[in-house]
């Protein structure tokens, strides 16, 4: 409900913490819903956490080109990319923000 209300205006959101430390793989689902719904953080409780929470933050190679590609000075305004419709009016923010997440994460299989 959070996400509804400050994404729309601007605000970004933190994802709230996970308490269990011998669940990884429950970890791993919630840092991919908390990604999905649009959370640009989340704190870890214990070492152990950060490889997982800092691995599923990290950008994958199709979404960087997309974001990269609607972000483009040159872009036209509507394209495909990866069997998706792209529309830098529409996508900008989305775009900047996996921009901003490959900065700090990297991209999955970049050298």
Do not use: N
Request: charged share 25%.
């Amino acid at each position: 409900d959070l996400v509804c209300i400050f994404h729309p205006a601007g605000y970004r959101l933190s994802a709230p913490v996970f308490e269990r430390l011998d669940t990884p793989e429950v970890l791993a689902r919630e840092v991919e819903a908390d990604l999905q719904h649009g959370l640009i953080g989340k704190t870890a409780i214990h070492p152990a956490q950060i490889p997982v929470i800092e691995g599923l933050y990290r950008v994958c190679r199709d979404d960087y080109e997309m974001a990269s590609a609607v972000l483009a000075p040159d872009a036209a305004a509507v394209f495909k990319r990866c069997e998706t419709f792209c529309e830098p009016t529409t996508h900008r923010r989305w775009a900047a923000g996996v921009l901003e997440r490959a900065q700090v994460f990297g991209v999955q299989g970049a050298a």
